[in-house]
Structure formats: structure tokens, C-alpha cells
């Protein structure tokens, strides 16, 4: 199962945590106080990070408090897989967070969500400093994130360790009354949220939200190219000596000694030399992280486009002839059903 962070206001986590139903919004209000809808492209990423998460997935809730510290509550898992549906719910009168998925305390884990448990975020950051978690570098929004409020991390060690401190410190920081849950159905307006990848082909992140979505479903399209995958991120934290992040990031588990790691950058149209470059570059950058074994794992990299240059095809080809820690993986997609979907093949 998979593991998400869920950012939101605490106004809107009063209602959230009592009906199980998660939004994310699709505008801003400007300056002058008039609402405006996110590009087609921030929408994307929106559906992008969201169409991974699978139900039983684990779920934490960051929480931006008015006063004080935010803090990170959990520990829940999803009820109901990524939808649409415009029904209003919270007290907005401009914004219905369309973009939902509903979940419920975790049944191993009740004790917790019954009594809010949580962490305040310089204690998720001590973790990020002490690279226990490796798949983030902030919680905040950041230049050039897009509208990122759903964050995919590692699903084994990094939810432990955020479980670990939720436990550390759950006489401490807790409500004094039970929290009473009180779940929400879905409306007859909901459509799954799959339904809204479209204009493949034309947006980078629309080609990224449809490989998340066939990574959840172990699409064969994409297994048969990339093998069985055990766990998948999407703007995953690249490396601690710089703030860049990958596309996607692909582990294998092949036994309990060796892991494949696959590092995919996603292009809209064509991979260049600069392309290869910097998967490369990717590539390097990861293998230094402490948690690959270079003795046993492998990092291979990935670059998935609509067409390749010559010379990224045959560098690749006669690479991989040779005896190197990890392949580069080459996959051209085809855009079909009006953009709605997309043929993988595989190039190198």
C-alpha cells in the first residue's frame, strides 16, 4: 500500500476529519478578491498527484494552524479512490475542492485519529534533515510546485518513522474529547477521477497523471516494459545537495537484499541530448543516496517522450550494450482516444 501527506487549512480539517472526505481546489482568489480557475496544466498536476493513490493507501493530513507551528495528523487510509464531484461541502463561498477522495481512521490505528494525534512539523523536518525521509524536502509550497497539496512519499520506512513519533508523543499532543467520525457518502454527481486525464499530448502533466494512473493499475502497457513495481512516487526529492526533483520514481523490490530503482523523466514532446543529460545527471545524483547499496541495487534511468533524436537513440543503444549499474530506458508514447490515453512502446 501507498502512503500520501495531504496539505490544508485548519478551518477546513474541522470538517474534513469528521465526514473522511478530503478537496483540493481548482483556483485562487486574487488580490482584488475575484476567483480565478487554474490553468489546464496546474489541473493536471492536481489529477496527477491525486489518480495514484489506491484504496487502503495510508493517508496523513498536514495542517496550517492560525497560530502557532502546523502539524501532521494521522494515521488514515483511503475509503474511496480520487473523484470529482462539484457538490459543495466545506464553508467556502467561492471554492468546492472538486478534486476528493474520502478516507477513515485506520482500524489498526483508531486510537490515534480518535484522539487527533499529531506532530508539529519541525519534528517531520527532523526527520527530512535526518534523511529518514527521503522523498521530501518541504511540506510548504515552493516556486514552481504547481498546486501541490498531495505528496506520495515512501510507503514503508518513512511511514514508520512518522507513526514512531505520532506514538512518542500521543500523551502529549492529543484532543481531550473523542474525536466522533462521521462518514460521508459518495453523491450521484461523483465521476472517478481518471475521467479527467485528458489532452495527452499536449501537456506534460496530463502524459504524468496517465502513467500514475496505469502504475496503480499494474497496467500491463507499462509492466510489460518496466517489470512488477512495488511502490511509485511522482516529484520525488532528487537529493539533499539540491532542490530538484524526478518525474517518477519506480522501485522494484527483487528480493529482500536488492531493489530496482527507476528514475523516469517525462517529456511532452521530443527528448533531446539535454534530456538525456539530465537523467543522467538524475541518475549520479541518486546513486549517492545513502539508501542505495551500489553493491546490490540498481538505478536505471527512464526517459518517456513522443519522439527521440538520433543521437539520444543510439547513445542509449550502445550504453546498454554495456556492463553499466542500470540501463537507460527509452519509451515513446502515442496519444489515442482524442487524449485520453496513450500507447507505450518501448525504444531502448
Request: aromatic share 12%; charged share 30%; hydrophobic share 35%.
Amino acid at each position: 500500500m501507498g502512503s500520501f501527506i495531504c496539505s490544508m487549512s485548519e478551518r477546513d480539517w474541522i470538517i474534513t476529519r469528521v465526514k473522511g472526505i478530503y478537496g483540493n481546489k481548482e483556483g485562487n482568489i486574487r488580490g482584488d478578491g475575484t476567483y480565478r480557475e487554474f490553468s489546464p496544466s496546474t489541473k493536471y498536476s492536481i489529477i496527477r498527484d491525486l489518480v495514484g493513490m489506491k484504496k487502503g493507501d495510508n493517508v496523513f493530513f498536514h495542517v496550517l494552524t492560525n497560530y502557532g507551528p502546523s502539524k501532521v495528523y494521522g494515521i488514515y487510509i483511503v475509503r474511496e479512490e480520487p473523484f470529482y464531484d462539484n457538490t459543495k461541502i466545506w464553508n467556502d463561498s467561492q471554492e468546492i475542492f472538486p478534486y476528493r477522495f474520502l478516507f477513515e481512521p485506520h482500524p489498526k490505528y483508531e486510537y490515534l485519529c480518535n484522539k487527533g494525534a499529531n506532530i508539529e512539523v519541525v519534528d517531520f523536518y527532523e526527520l527530512i534533515e535526518q534523511r529518514k525521509i527521503w522523498t521530501l524536502a518541504t511540506l510548504e509550497n515552493e516556486r514552481n510546485i504547481e498546486a501541490r497539496s498531495v505528496r506520495k512519499i515512501e510507503s514503508e520506512k518513512e511511514t514508520k518513522e512518522i507513526l514512531r513519533l505520532l506514538h512518542r508523543d500521543f500523551r502529549q499532543r492529543h484532543d481531550k474529547t473523542k474525536i466522533e467520525f462521521c462518514s460521508i457518502s459518495l453523491t450521484r454527481n461523483y465521476e472517478y477521477l481518471e475521467a479527467y486525464i485528458q489532452d495527452i499530448g499536449r501537456y506534460e502533466n496530463s502524459i504524468k497523471a496517465l502513467l500514475m494512473y496505469k502504475l496503480k493499475k499494474n497496467d500491463v502497457s507499462i509492466t510489460n516494459i518496466l517489470g512488477s513495481i512495488n511502490d511509485f512516487m511522482n516529484e520525488v526529492f532528487i537529493a539533499q545537495t539540491t532542490r530538484k526533483s524526478i518525474d517518477i520514481l519506480c522501485i522494484q523490490n527483487n528480493d529482500l537484499k536488492s531493489k530496482k530503482y527507476i528514475i523516469c523523466e517525462v517529456k511532452t514532446d521530443r527528448c533531446r541530448s539535454d534530456s538525456l543529460s539530465q537523467v543522467l545527471y538524475y541518475v549520479d545524483l541518486f546513486k549517492r543516496k545513502e539508501l542505495v547499496n551500489l553493491c546490490s541495487d540498481i538505478v536505471f534511468g527512464c526517459l518517456i517522450g513522443k519522439r527521440f533524436d538520433t543521437e539520444v537513440l543510439e547513445f542509449s543503444k550502445k550504453r546498454n550494450k554495456q556492463n553499466i549499474n542500470g540501463k537507460i530506458i527509452l519509451i515513446e508514447y502515442n496519444p489515442y482516444k482524442n487524449g485520453t490515453d496513450a500507447k507505450l512502446r518501448r525504444l531502448a
